[in-house]
């Protein structure tokens, strides 16, 4: 009947609502550890990083003061200005000096461009360089829109392929008389240590090149890269020193 049908979906309802008091728990359980997790995490960066900031601040005020000293004819306020000036250039990735802002390259090129859009629909977002038009922002927010959802969909395809060279290789090891288990975990070290050569310990090397980097610092730029954190203090093309092999080299690094 029409009584019994209600019911029936009271109690499903009232199942699928209730939640077990072990989910609630590990739920619980989930949080607490997510949250000391960033808590120890805070307390490693603030040790192994305060005293680096302290000692640039007082460098920088000691330079700012040594200017002033100097130069008596320029005001604090006239150096405060110029100090905006330049950090504002920066930022959008123009290093004021004078032989660098005449001679470098556009940061919107067609490789720089394309190496932009890479950014947003990995969501990766350097931070160095973004639209400044309402014209740019708009269609970036537009681009990102349908761009993000395509970048997933060709990750999940390019996923599936690797997986199916997985199970190729695990079946070739398998065939080679190896045990599937054993063939399983070969298989996943294989291609942990392929990974790890191609993305993490062959791009620094050229990164040494291009960038004026240290092994570490390419280490540590492709991994921000690859884990789409992105915080844009490492970012190839961007720095005062850097050497561009080819036009396009941007856009090679963004595939």
Known sequence: TQQQRQQQRQQRWVAHSSMPCAEIYKSVLLVVAFMMYLLVGALVFQVLEKEAEDSAKTDTERHRLDFLKNYTCLTKEALDHLVTVITDAVKQGIHPLE???????????????????????????????????????????????????????????????????????????????????KAKVLTMIFFLVTG?????????????????????????YAFISLSTIGFGDYVVGYGPQHYMPFRGFRALVCL
């Open 99 to 181: 032989n660098q802002t005449k001679n470098s390259h556009s940061n919107w090129d067609m490789s720089s461009s394309f190496f932009f859009a890479g950014t947003v629909v990995t969501t990766i977002g350097y931070g160095t360089l973004a639209p400044r038009t309402p014209g740019g922002q708009i269609f970036c927010v537009f681009y990102a829109l349908f761009g993000i959802p395509l970048n997933v969909i060709v990750l999940g395809h390019v996923g599936k392929l690797l997986s199916r060279m997985c199970h190729r290789f695990g079946q070739y090891c398998f065939n080679k008389g190896i045990k599937q288990k």
């Open 196 to 220: 790890m050569i191609v993305f993490l310990g062959l791009p620094p090397l050229l990164l040494t090149k291009t960038e004026n980097w240290t092994y570490t610092e390419g280490v540590y």
